[in-house]
């Protein structure tokens, strides 16, 4: 069984930064592909950002420049740090591990980008 745990969402005004971070905790293997997706209200999930265990990274196109992912394996531990944010990046950003046909999911956590 395995358990992600997200934490970092919040209020922030545009142009402003936070930090996301999600745990692991279970049989987690390092070959796992570690990723962040947000689901916006009335809208599908989508792909936010992507990193390997080998520290290859994907990202959307419409975070690209403004957001990064990072991980440490040792940790089990993904990150999200997202700069310059935007109003129509607010959503409820989820983490995600994946290997094969296996997913796992985090709860959860709300970003909203308002003045």
């Known amino acids: 069984q395995v358990q992600l745990v997200e934490s970092g969402g919040g209020l922030v005004q545009p142009g402003g930064s936070l930090r996301l971070s999600c745990a692991g905790f279970g049989s987690i293997f390092r070959s796992y592909v570690m990723g962040w997706y947000r689901q916006a209200p009335g809208k599908q999930r989508e792909l936010v950002a992507t990193i390997t265990s080998g520290g290859v990274t994907n990202y959307a196109d419409s975070v690209t420049g403004r957001f990064t992912i990072s991980r440490e394996n040792a940790k089990n531990t993904v990150w999200l740090q997202m700069n310059n944010l935007k109003p129509e990046d607010t959503a409820v950003y989820y983490c995600?591990?994946?290997?094969?046909?296996?997913?796992?999911w985090g709860q959860g956590t709300q970003v909203t980008v308002s003045s």
């Open positions: 995600n591990f994946a290997w094969s046909i296996i997913n796992y």
